[in-house]
């Protein structure tokens, strides 16, 4: 292997690291924004699951039954 060989071989791994770099830090952005849907999804079921009963006794015997 020439010197010119070796250096393109370098050059071609570097540009190879530099790209899983580039992927690794999409790959956590959209992993934590993920976290932060799951966690956002959460609130608002604990939201519902706390309004809910409440709304349910404001309701009506037809309402109710509707729902």
């Known amino acids: 292997m020439t010197l010119q060989e070796l250096g ?14 580039r992927e690794s830090t999409a790959l ?6 993920v976290e932060e849907l799951e966690k956002d999804r959460d609130t608002f079921l ?14 009506f015997g037809e309402e109710k039954n509707r729902l």
């Not at 071989?9 to 530099?18: D, H, N, T, V």
């Not at 956590?28 to 924004?33: D, G, I, S, T, V």
């Not at 604990?46 to 309701?59: G, K």
Request: overall charge negative; charged content about 40%.
């Open 46 to 59: 604990q939201s519902m699951s706390e309004m809910v009963p409440d709304t349910l006794n404001d309701l």
């Open 8 to 21: 393109a071989k370098l050059e071609e791994l570097e540009e190879g690291s530099k790209e899983i770099e």
């Open 28 to 33: 956590k952005a959209h992993r934590q924004r």
